[in-house]
């Protein structure tokens, strides 16, 4: 009977320590823990658009009637729209095309044979490839391709062998040739960026029809137009959510 009694004491014993270890396990009812996402990986893959702004210089050079070349000098301001496309490789390097067209203002140049004259306004655009190195959110490129535009002619032009002054007769027709150059952008949130880059844009030679204001004899000096390009911009980055992290096992 003795031993009875120690059996019963001992599995009354096993029986409450095994509730209250149940009691400690949590509940089947309790709601799971809240999922929480990982930070996404940001990415320089994707479209985007901007505007961009700054000053261009000219360094065109223009034959003179007479046939003496001079460089004519000066610069303005330059404003316009962007619109590109990047994709970021697993290495970080970034590759990409963009296009862009700007207004270009007028300036004041120095033409051979002249104190100085007016040009006029006109545009600058250009269609370029890009590659360059993500750093995070940090962007360096270089960049080249197509440029095109008209070029920026003296309103009048001197000749003193032919002692005759002669007026522009018609505004310079389009022009195209290459453009090349480098660049930095920062990402200073998901969507939004902001550049700044310079480019040497080289359009070409082309006769420019003048009037001999005299005689109102045509004349059709060569004026081969070149600019330093020197802007800064703000891009809208269609979709930039980063890439979504993903745990390895």
């Known amino acids: 009977m003795r031993m009875v009694r120690i059996l019963a004491a001992a599995l009354a014993a096993s029986t409450i320590a095994g509730g209250a270890m149940a009691a400690d396990l949590p509940s089947r009812k309790m709601a799971p823990p809240a999922y929480v996402a990982p930070a996404p990986i940001f990415t320089w893959t994707g479209l985007y658009v901007g505007v961009n702004g700054g000053g261009w210089f000219n360094n ?15 610069g303005g301001g330059l404003i316009g729209g962007t619109v590109g496309y990047n994709w970021q490789t697993a290495g970080h390097v970034v590759v990409g095309m963009e296009a862009d067209l700007d207004y270009r203002t007028k300036t004041t140049v120095t033409a051979p044979f002249a104190s100085s004259s007016q040009t006029n306004d006109g545009y600058l655009g250009t269609v370029r490839g890009r590659v360059g190195y993500g750093f995070d959110r940090a962007l360096i490129y270089v960049t080249g391709g197509l440029a095109y535009g008209n070029a ?6 001197a000749s003193l062998p032919l002692a005759a002054f002669f007026t522009r007769s018609g505004q310079p027709g389009l022009q195209a040739g290459w453009t090349a150059g480098a660049g930095v952008e920062f990402a200073i949130a998901n969507n939004w960026s902001v550049k700044g880059e310079y480019l040497y844009a080289d359009l070409g030679s082309k006769s420019i029809a003048y009037t001999n204001a005299t005689t109102l004899l ?32």
């Open 218 to 249: 045509p004349a059709t000096p060569v004026e081969r137009t070149a600019d330093h390009i020197a802007r800064v911009g703000v891009n809208y980055r269609f979709g930039f959510g980063g890439a979504p992290v993903y745990a390895k096992y």
């Open 152 to 157: 920026a002619a003296p309103n009048a032009l």
């Open 60 to 74: 065109s050079r223009i034959t003179a009637l007479g046939g003496i070349p001079g460089k004519l000098g000066g």
